[in-house]
């Protein structure tokens, strides 16, 4: 099992940046994909990005490509960059962990939440004037 915690949401200007972290603890991290999901009121949970442990491949959705990265630093730590935020950005960002598996190199479909078995508590990312 892994448990992951994130943080680094909070309110920012549009066009700024923040850093979101997921903090992971548990099984060694090469064993899994860590996917970052976001959750806007009212609207159903969509995945924005993934990161295969094992071999770096990311995926990243349309709406984000360009703008966010995905990176994990040697602390079992896993980072979502988000640049240019824009208003419609505006969620709960959440990150989860699935077997390496379901993220690969030139994925066309966003994360799917089922295919994740573990996830964090979430945190708020707000993007306004």
């Known amino acids: 099992q892994v448990q992951l915690v994130e943080s680094g949401g909070g309110l920012v200007q549009p066009r700024g940046s923040l850093r979101l972290t997921c903090a992971t603890s548990?099984?060694?991290?090469?064993?899994?994909?860590i996917g970052w999901f976001r959750q806007a009121p009212g609207k159903e949970r969509e995945g924005v990005s993934c990161?295969?442990?094992?071999?770096?491949?990311t995926y990243y959705a349309d709406s984000v490509k360009g703008r966010f990265t995905s990176s994990r630093d040697n602390a079992n730590n896993v980072y979502l960059q988000m640049n240019t935020l824009k208003p419609e950005d505006t969620a709960v960002y959440y990150c989860?962990?699935?077997?390496?598996?379901?993220?690969?190199?030139?994925?066309?479909?966003?994360?799917?939440?089922?295919?994740?078995?573990?996830w964090g508590q979430g945190t708020q990312v707000t993007v306004s004037s």
């Open positions: 548990g099984e060694t991290l090469e064993h899994y994909a």
């Open positions: 990161i295969s442990i094992a071999d770096g491949t």
């Open positions: 989860a962990a699935a077997p390496p598996a379901f993220c690969y190199h030139n994925q066309k479909i966003p994360p799917q939440d089922y295919e994740y078995d573990y």
